[in-house]
């Protein structure tokens, strides 16, 4: 039935490229809480955040009203070339766990960046073009957001500065090779170019650093040098913004064959991707147009939703940048070893972290074994090696599914597999060796960490 | 005028899948040469052949004479996951070029094995499934080769052997990984595992292998184990046969726009890529209907059809396969360092060999420091990180349309875009760090090779 309707994967055709994002916010009845300014506790406003985003980022940051956002057309021909992304049915992965669930999945791999940061950076990168500024600094951990940020800066002839957290640096040669091929300098974090950077390399010395400690030298660069701005992969409500392209397609995809989702799974470091690909459902549900269960997916060993503590913490390690509301395991929370570089951040985006709040949305931890089993089985039969962040989402895509088996419900299941795992072998080989650890962060070091929170609250 | 007309990715529906490999070989006047056997000088027949081959695809093959082959629907079902494949038209590499010509390019990377291997593996692992065999062995050097056959295996639920190259299973874990990943056993070669591969290790203590000495092992292994097949991913006649899916959907893609390459470019090594992007073009030129460019690219380190010469020789190097008649360097030719390892075969697809020999297509050969600035230009413009051996292809197309710069021709230049870069960053970071060489046989080391040919011709 179905089998014979539905393709494999669904594509909009490019002139079905949303012309605007959707901002979640405007329908949000209780909206994000705003930036505060640390030393003062009050309220930042687009000239306090000027000198670090470019103005019409920090517009979209701080807009809570305007529901569509055009989006410009230099823009969509950059989208162009890598998008409407597929929206698959996994008949595949169906039929190997003999499930009477429909899953469906949004994938963003397709471009070389490898994953969905791409949809964000091109348009920071648009945006920084468009004031005349020279380039942009930013931070990569796994290092799918810098590659993306090189990406467009390459495109757009702007200089393009990432610091990169020094272990994924010396692990990751690949990775960093691509970024220069992209033509942007690469700098191992913590490095001696930023006082914050020699500060931490100072208090620890030998540290391989952290994502946190990236954004601060990132931070710190930007403010001693004219005509750059920073850049940022997750976390910040202008990215869920553009990230609103994943769900918008992925929606009208579905629409195509009136298929509406059951549930809908995304994994969750900051939220860029699961914000985005939640965000038109999520409007919906806020306007009681329809129910949709919405499920994020955190690592166990970096779970700030579903054990951090709602408050207000800086962003970063060396507590240079703004105050945000949000779930939080503390900025000085250092996820145990975890081969999921982009779900390792100890906060999340205000936005997604307000959902959670009003109780819009679900949230469960994996363990990372149990998550490159559910890996294994999706590349083996679906035939795409998926990125370790994605395969958190499939893991909990796989459980729900076997759990409509038992109870024998033709439920429609949705994920986001927001990248493929080419860079990630090490991680691929560990689970191959068996040699593959879950550690899990005890209560004391939740609570030690937390206890640093700044105190304004 | 076309930029509106004229989508960034043509992108065919499921539907429009072909139905039918074509078999170019049932238009070609002169045929290619039969194998032969290296003993006897004897044409090979069916049953000679399927102790290497499983049956069906031996008859694939022998078939000079049916144009159609019709494509089993479980094959055309695996293709769905990841085809029809986009053909591009490279606005953005045209417009860094300044250029009057269109350039498309087909783009076979989007999958995990990261090129077109995937075309023929999924083909081969189905005839062995369907004849009831336990599994197939195979040789990798660059990988893609290896990876597409385990993905392949994998769905099947066939066992895969995998001789990898030594040098490669060295330098490039992450390649290994995918293939276990997939659940097949990687062994690097020469190894203890068989006959030859002793037998090559004694006499060259401490060799890194080749190509043709995999292919050797990989033979030798399925001719002492029942329920096992051989599997090659290129230089075959039924290869070229099942990659035909890659003109034939690029034909119909450019068909929907009314446009017509003047110009079709693809690298070749040992032929599967260049043969199936030609296949349908080259059929309409055989037939008279319409004339096309036709050019093959080869590194100027392996240049077997600029330099070579057209006799029957082996395909492997420890000479236990069958002769075929091609353009050929000679068996023992071991071409010198070269980061497309795609592109080390000695020989070349005897259907090609035939239709170079026949004047039906030209060749050209290029400096891999010339394919790497051709390489990350289109990565800069178009945004997909290339593998060494497409930007082969890369490089003959810029070429092509900077001389209709001069010219101010308005040709229409198509060439195949084969895969993906992301386990290629040593020669990108060689590259990007100016240590990069060109070394290019001189006459006498493809003289001395080519004295060892076999004597039969």
Redesign the interface.
């Known amino acids: 039935m179905a089998h014979t309707e539905i393709?494999?994967?669904i594509?909009l055709?490019?002139n079905e490229i949303p012309r605007y994002w959707y901002n979640v916010r405007a329908d949000m009845k209780n909206k994000p809480a705003p930036l505060l300014n640390p030393q003062t506790g009050e309220k930042l406003k687009q000239q306090d955040l000027e000198h670090i985003f470019c103005s019409e980022l920090v517009k979209q940051e701080l807009d809570n009203d305007t529901p569509q956002v055009e989006i410009p057309q230099e823009i969509r021909d950059?989208y162009?070339?890598?998008r409407p992304s597929p929206t698959v049915r996994a008949y595949?992965l169906e039929k190997a766990l003999d499930t009477p669930a429909h899953i469906y999945y949004k994938f963003e791999g397709?471009?070389?960046s490898?994953s969905h940061k791409l949809n964000s950076a091109i348009a920071q990168a648009f945006y920084a073009k468009k004031q005349g500024l020279k380039g942009l600094a930013t931070e990569t951990g796994a290092g799918q957001w810098g590659t993306a940020l090189s990406?467009s800066c390459?495109?757009l002839g702007l200089d393009c500065r990432v610091y990169m957290v020094k272990v994924s640096y010396e692990q990751k040669?690949?990775r960093k090779?691509?970024m220069?091929?992209?033509?942007a300098t690469v700098i191992p974090s913590p490095s001696n170019t930023t006082e914050i950077g020699i500060k931490i390399n100072k208090e620890h010395p030998g540290t391989t650093g952290s994502l946190g400690c990236a954004i601060s030298e990132a931070v710190d660069f930007v403010s001693h040098h004219d005509g750059y701005r920073y850049a940022l992969g997750s976390v910040l409500n202008q990215v869920m913004l553009h990230q609103s392209i994943i769900g918008l397609e992925a929606k009208s995809a579905l629409d195509k064959y009136s298929v509406v989702p059951d549930v809908i799974i995304g994994c969750a470091g900051g939220g860029s991707n699961l914000g985005g690909l939640i965000a038109p459902f999520m409007g919906e549900k806020i306007r009681g147009e329809k129910d949709y269960r919405i499920i994020a997916v955190e690592p166990a060993s970096c779970p700030s939703f579903t054990r951090g503590v709602y408050a207000y913490d800086f962003c970063d390690t060396g507590r240079v940048c703004p105050l945000a509301k949000m779930y939080t395991l503390g900025s000085q929370f250092i996820p145990s070893a975890n081969h999921a570089g982009g779900l390792r951040f100890h906060g999340m985006s205000p936005v997604l972290s307000q959902l959670y709040h009003d109780g819009l949305m679900e949230a469960v931890s994996v363990e990372q074994t149990k998550v490159f089993e559910a890996a294994?089985l999706f590349?083996?039969?679906?035939?795409?090696?998926p990125a370790p962040e994605s395969s958190h989402a499939i893991r909990c895509a796989i459980d729900e599914a076997l759990k409509c088996k038992e109870t024998g419900e033709e439920k429609n299941i949705l994920f986001g597999l927001t990248g493929?795992g080419?860079?990630d072998?090490?991680a691929?080989?560990k689970f191959?060796d068996g040699e593959m650890n879950d550690i899990i962060p005890t209560d004391e070091d939740i609570a030690r960490s937390v206890a640093l929170l700044p105190k304004v609250q």
Do not use: W
């Open positions: 393709p494999y994967k594509y055709s490019e950059f162009k070339m890598y595949c397709n471009n070389t490898g990406m390459a495109y040669p690949a090779e691509v220069r091929t992209y033509g294994e590349c083996r039969t679906e035939g795409i090696l493929t080419y860079f072998l090490t691929y080989q191959n």
